[in-house]
């Protein structure tokens, strides 16, 4: 607790006292009659004002700034004029307990935001100050700040990495979990990036600092978390604006109340004013807003800070809400739903040659090209011999024609092939096809293959659980492929053979096809479809670690590729919606339900108080349910 | 040019939302957001008029809240 809260804790408890003290005295002194007189009364009433000025000093003094800066509609304003309306009608004690249950409830707010203001410093809590770097062989410890890229730093076991950066000796393992959520450490050798905020578990390790503190992983993902209030949902907006009007209002109201009804009640009566009066004085009491513009913005920060914990980036409550909305989820298929890795299945021969060297001469006529195709042949034919005299020209979406050792090879698809007037000899129906032709004699092909990323299936399904109706895949690969791996996985919609732009304009359709209003997320690695992300109502991108384009372009950012965290978002999504809604319309509907109650003289100014400060607490602590994971 | 503030002590939610409204009114702010959670304020405006906005801004924060003061980072 800080030292000004406690310092209202000992307010409170010694006014509650004083009052307690106050009341006891008083109602003895009614029951013995003894203070019946009314020479007594300034007494009673001094007992009273001792407790009430103790609790109700600071709001009465912040209520008289207020009016100094114009503040009129001020909430200490309000609760000082209800309760030295209290006083005035005769109603010592509940003046008193008004102001003393008001400050209960603000002390307890301000526990609640700094307790989960703090929790979710604690979420974040990746950032290290200092850093150990080598200069001139000795090694120093600076502030990050002052390390420039470049300068070669060290990490010892078990502390937090300061810096990205490149490492350039040692090897060890890292935990990412503070920024990916994904507990099971990866390894890193020489040559490997590591991000700052990281935990390095395993051995020391030096390394190139890449890029400057500003510019690091951790401090990017911190002030994207900080700016997400900026985007404000439209209940955040919806419930400021309420407050604006509700204020003056109910305030209104209640000097409506005070006046009219005597004036035809009984307009010399004084116990007629007294009762219309006090009744008013409830509604003052009520028409603070602050429970409502408290806990939705709660709602929304507790749902963003329990989600970055997971390692699961959202850029403002109003992509919460937009989330929350949707219905269909748009994939991006070649490292999304699938791992992004080709593998070679099967070669098939159509002439009499080794499978080893048709590997080999399509690997030969592929070895510059940077397609996963490409690298995967690459790879599967082991080494190659760069030497042997190549010039390569790539058809843009067909393959490569290449001059291998004076020979033409031809080695990409269907429509490379057939281009060049030859027929394959392939039953390409169901996936990734790569023919091979040598001085326009076919050679044989090869089936490559990307397999579903583990868990695919069971997020799909746990999607549908969470009540997504629509999943669709988009991909710019041939339809054979892409409609096999959508079928595996029970995607509703394929499209097939898209080229980037293709991909916009599918989603441009799908959106325009939603009916009720329903939105459409679109996942997807954030680097090759920024387009694709940015269109999208929400655009999600995975594996984001280190990448920044897919961080800037995203509005929600999942650090690493689980596909189970998407119907986790959704989750929070929902909860954080419903967590809203909960306090909203209960907040509204106990300070409705008291107004008229108050009006009819029903209740009174305790039941007032409780509908605005206990009505905060509740709905604070509500909100703070969407902290947990 | 945007810039991020802490505002320090801000107390209350409301507070902050009208904080938020009355800076957007000050003259040369493109955009002005204070969020209650980060007590985080932040301003687009041209560079030329940052300097006056910021002691506006000051000024308006102050009304409403007499202890909260607006930090640069």
């Excluded at chain 1, 770097?133 to 300061?162: A, H, M, Q, Y």
């Excluded at chain 1, 951790?218 to 997400?228: A, F, N, R």
């Excluded at chain 1, 669709?472 to 690969?477: A, F, I, K, N, P």
Aim: aromatic share 6%; proline share 2%.
């Amino acid at each position: 607790m800080k030292k000004k809260d406690k310092k209202r804790l000992y307010r409170i408890v010694l006014s509650a006292i004083l009052l307690a003290v106050a009341v006891v005295v008083d109602h003895v002194g009614i029951l013995s009659g003894v203070l019946e007189f009314s020479g007594f009364t300034p007494l009673i009433l001094a007992l009273y004002l001792i407790p009430y000025v103790i609790i109700g000093g600071g709001v009465l003094k912040e209520a008289l700034q207020g009016i100094i800066h114009g503040q009129v509609f001020d909430e200490n304003f309000l609760m000082g004029i209800a309760t030295i309306g209290a006083f005035c009608t005769g109603e010592y004690a509940e003046g008193v307990f008004v102001m003393l249950f008001y400050s209960v409830g603000e002390l307890f707010e301000h526990i609640a935001v700094g307790k989960s203001r703090n929790s979710i410093k604690a979420l974040l809590s990746l950032q290290s100050d200092e850093a150990t770097v080598i200069r001139n062989g000795e090694s120093f410890t600076v502030d990050c700040d002052c390390v420039e890229v470049g300068e070669r730093i060290l990490v010892r076991p078990g502390e937090k990495i300061p810096l990205d950066a490149k490492i350039c000796e040692g090897e060890s393992t890292v935990d990412t979990s503070a920024l990916t959520g994904e507990s099971l450490p990866r390894e890193v050798s020489v040559g490997d990036e590591i991000h700052s905020g990281c935990i390095n578990l395993g051995g020391v390790i030096y390394a190139d600092v890449t890029k400057r503190y500003e510019e690091s992983t951790v401090s990017k993902i911190l002030s994207l978390v900080e700016d997400s209030a900026q985007n404000k949902s439209k209940s955040e907006s919806f419930i400021t604006k309420f407050a604006r009007f509700y204020t003056p209002a109910v305030v209104i109201a209640a000097a409506l109340l005070a006046i009219l009804p005597p004036l035809f009640i009984g307009i010399g009566d004084s116990s007629v004013w007294k009762e219309w009066v006090y009744r008013a004085l409830t509604f003052l009491v009520i028409s603070c807003p602050c429970a409502l513009v408290i806990s939705v913005p709660l709602s929304y920060f507790s749902g963003i800070g329990s989600a970055s914990s997971r390692g699961i980036l959202i850029k403002g409550s109003a992509y919460l809400d937009t989330l929350a909305h949707c219905d269909t989820i748009v994939f991006d298929k070649t490292g999304t739903l699938t791992e992004g890795r080709f593998r070679i299945d099967e070669v098939h021969l159509a002439s009499n040659i080794d499978p080893k060297e048709l590997l080999r001469l399509a690997a030969l006529a592929e070895q510059f090209s940077n397609h996963p195709i490409s690298r995967s042949i690459v790879e599967a034919a082991g080494e190659i011999d760069s030497s042997t005299p190549t010039t390569v020209e790539e058809i843009f979406g067909h393959g490569v024609k290449a001059s291998v050792d004076g020979d033409i090879l031809l080695v990409g698809n269907d429509k490379l092939i057939k281009k060049f007037g030859i027929i394959p000899l392939a039953n390409t129906d169901h996936s990734t096809v790569v023919h091979v032709a040598k001085n326009g004699l076919y050679l044989g092909y090869i089936f490559i293959s990307d397999k579903e990323k583990s868990g695919a299936r069971e997020a799909l399904a746990s999607l549908r659980r969470a009540g997504i109706e629509k999943t669709v895949m988009l991909t710019g690969d041939r339809a054979a492929a892409g409609n096999q791996i959508g079928k595996q996985l029970g995607i509703d919609e394929i499209y097939t053979e898209l080229l980037p732009d293709g991909k916009v304009s599918a989603i441009e359709k799908i959106i325009a096809s939603q009916k009720n209003e329903k939105k459409v997320a679109y996942v997807g690695d954030g680097i090759n479809d920024a387009p694709v992300i940015t269109r999208a109502d929400v655009g999600i991108a995975m594996g984001a670690l280190g990448s920044d384009a897919a961080i800037e372009a995203a509005d929600i950012v999942l650090m690493d590729d689980e596909l189970s965290k998407i119907t986790d978002t959704i989750t929070l999504a929902r909860r954080t919606r419903r967590i809203v809604i909960q306090n909203i319309v209960f907040a509204l509907g106990v300070k409705a339900a008291v107004l008229v109650l108050g009006a009819c003289g029903l209740v009174g100014l305790n039941a007032a108080v409780f509908a605005d400060v206990g009505v905060a607490v509740i709905a604070i602590l509500n909100s703070m349910r969407n902290l947990k994971k | 040019m945007k810039k991020t503030f802490t505002l320090d002590e801000v107390d209350c939610a409301n507070c902050a939302a009208r904080m938020e409204r009355k800076i957007n009114e000050i003259e040369g702010v493109i955009s002005a957001s204070v969020s209650f959670m980060t007590q985080k304020l932040t301003i687009e405006a041209s560079e030329n008029d940052f300097d006056r906005i910021l002691k506006e801004a000051q000024k308006v924060v102050s009304k409403i809240d007499s202890d909260c003061r607006i930090i640069a980072k």
